[in-house]
């Protein structure tokens, strides 16, 4: 008999899953010289936003992107702004001259603040700091963990870039504008178990990291040298409000990325609208190529097409793009426009094309073509 349960204990731990509920250290904290290479699905289907619990199995091995993302953390010495962060331990630059300062110290990632243009196509360089610094990452990092952090931002413009049409409304006739934030940010490592995505099976920690911001538009003058909010009368989409977002993050102990980070429309929906997610040199091909220029691109998936196909348009500067898809004959059969600051990806449904092959194009607000490639589109 205890034969018999040694045989079954031996064939259930064989075909059975091994979990292992791990603790995130210290070593996965990024320093000056890594590159980190991850990969965006802006249009995810099928991925489970499970409830909280141990031993979880989550499947994103259907995740796909059109290009692989290489961030190479720089001295900050290397930065246009670095001596605004002379506590700087490293710095991220991107393609739109955004500057992102960061500090590590045994066990924290923060970031200190960032230089580069305003959200909201206003055309608004921008200095912030974050007061205090924003907690990124905290290790060690275990299940159950819980932390609770706050930060706020405040980004002075000049009011001349505000039309005198608009500055006569306000109630007094501001010398200084600014932009304050405020960030109530909640962390909870909710969950853990493996999660498997292009490329490989990983066993993870997931943080749940709701944040809860509260962007105000103020004046002053110097005749009355207190700060007025007036968001409410002057609003301005992307730069002034309320929101929450709600982001679960996938940390591992082998990687210094997040193996993903799943984005979600609301606390309430939990229906993802985008991961990024850690890119496998092993498994980079011809779906996942890396950016050969780092200005404008659009990349359709899959191609050849069949029923659908999605575009995504990458590295743009905030403003209107049109995509076009034009037939043989030269003849535009879909068209539409979009406003983009950075990227974005949409789909279209293709039942009623015709199988054979068609441009595609993005063209900026100016009309100029930046791009045009081919599409070959398929009936089953």
Same mark, same amino acid.
């Not at 031996?10 to 590159?35: A, C, M, R």
């Not at 409410?232 to 591992?252: H, K, M, N, Q, R």
């Not at 050969?292 to 209107?320: E, M, Q, W």
């Given at each position: 008999?205890?034969?018999?349960?040694?045989?079954?204990?031996?064939?259930?731990?064989?075909?059975?899953?091994?979990?292992?509920?791990?603790? =995130?250290?210290?070593? &996965?904290?990024?320093?000056? #010289? +890594?590159? $980190?290479? !991850?990969? *965006?699905?802006?249009?995810?289907?099928?991925?489970?936003?499970?409830?909280?619990?141990?031993?979880?199995?989550?499947?994103?091995?259907?995740?796909?992107?059109?290009?692989?993302?290489?961030?190479?953390?720089?001295?900050?010495?290397?930065?246009?702004?670095?001596?605004?962060?002379?506590?700087?331990?490293?710095?991220?630059?991107?393609?739109?001259?955004?500057?992102?300062?960061?500090?590590?110290?045994?066990?924290?990632?923060?970031?200190?603040?960032?230089?580069?243009?305003?959200?909201?196509?206003?055309?608004?360089?921008?200095?912030?700091?974050?007061?205090?610094?924003? =907690?990124?990452?905290? &290790?060690?990092?275990?299940? #159950? +963990?819980? $932390?609770? !952090?706050? *930060?706020?931002?405040?980004?002075?413009?000049?009011?001349?870039?505000?039309?005198?049409?608009?500055?006569?409304?306000?109630?007094?006739?501001?010398?200084?504008?600014?932009?304050?934030?405020?960030?109530?940010?909640?962390?909870?490592?909710?969950?853990?178990?493996?999660?498997?995505?292009?490329?490989?099976?990983?066993?993870?920690?997931?943080?749940?990291?709701?944040?809860?911001?509260?962007?105000?538009?103020?004046?002053?003058?110097?005749?009355?040298?207190?700060?007025?909010?007036?968001?409410?009368?002057?609003?301005?989409?992307?730069?002034?409000?309320?929101?929450?977002?709600?982001?679960?993050?996938?940390?591992?102990?082998?990687?210094?990325?997040?193996?993903?980070?799943?984005?979600?429309?609301?606390?309430?929906?939990?229906?993802?609208?985008?991961?990024?997610?850690?890119?496998?040199?092993?498994?980079?091909?011809?779906?996942?190529?890396?950016?050969?220029?780092?200005?404008?691109?659009?990349?359709?998936?899959?191609?050849?097409?069949?029923?659908?196909?999605?575009?995504?348009?990458?590295?743009?500067?905030?403003?209107?793009?049109?995509?076009?898809?034009?037939?043989?004959?030269?003849?535009?059969?879909?068209?539409?426009?979009?406003?983009?600051?950075?990227?974005?990806?949409?789909?279209?449904?293709?039942?009623?094309?015709?199988?054979?092959?068609?441009?595609?194009?993005?063209?900026?607000?100016?009309?100029?073509?930046?791009?045009?490639?081919?599409?070959?589109?398929?009936?089953?």
């Amino acid at each position: 008999m205890r034969s018999n349960l040694y045989i079954l204990f031996l064939i259930v731990l064989t075909y059975s899953p091994i979990f292992s509920q791990i603790t =995130v250290q210290n070593i &996965t904290i990024p320093k000056v #010289g +890594d590159t $980190l290479r !991850t990969a *965006t699905d802006n249009l995810p289907s099928n991925i489970s936003i499970t409830n909280p619990g141990a031993n979880q199995n989550w499947d994103y091995s259907n995740l796909v992107a059109p290009f692989v993302n290489e961030t190479v953390l720089l001295n900050p010495n290397e930065g246009m702004s670095s001596g605004q962060f002379p506590a700087a331990t490293y710095l991220i630059k991107q393609t739109d001259n955004a500057e992102f300062y960061f500090r590590n110290t045994n066990n924290q990632t923060l970031q200190l603040g960032f230089t580069g243009e305003a959200p909201g196509g206003l055309g608004i360089n921008i200095l912030a700091k974050y007061t205090p610094p924003q =907690v990124d990452k905290q &290790t060690p990092m275990s299940y #159950g +963990d819980q $932390l609770n !952090t706050n *930060t706020s931002i405040n980004i002075p413009f000049s009011s001349s870039i505000i039309p005198d049409s608009i500055l006569n409304q306000l109630p007094i006739r501001p010398d200084s504008i600014r932009i304050s934030a405020t960030f109530d940010i909640e962390t909870n490592v909710d969950a853990w178990g493996k999660l498997t995505i292009p490329g490989g099976t990983y066993d993870v920690l997931r943080q749940k990291k709701t944040t809860f911001a509260n962007r105000k538009l103020e004046i002053k003058s110097n005749a009355l040298p207190v700060w007025i909010d007036v968001t409410s009368a002057f609003p301005i989409p992307g730069l002034t409000g309320l929101d929450t977002t709600l982001v679960y993050e996938f940390w591992s102990n082998v990687a210094k990325e997040a193996i993903a980070t799943v984005s979600v429309a609301s606390p309430q929906s939990n229906q993802a609208t985008g991961v990024v997610f850690k890119a496998d040199s092993n498994v980079i091909s011809s779906a996942y190529t890396k950016p050969t220029t780092k200005t404008g691109n659009i990349h359709a998936y899959p191609n050849p097409a069949i029923g659908s196909v999605r575009f995504d348009l990458v590295g743009l500067s905030p403003g209107n793009y049109t995509v076009k898809i034009i037939n043989i004959l030269g003849q535009s059969v879909w068209s539409e426009k979009y406003y983009i600051n950075g990227s974005r990806t949409v789909r279209v449904e293709l039942d009623s094309f015709k199988r054979g092959t068609y441009l595609y194009a993005l063209i900026n607000d100016k009309g100029r073509t930046i791009t045009t490639k081919r599409l070959i589109v398929l009936k089953p």
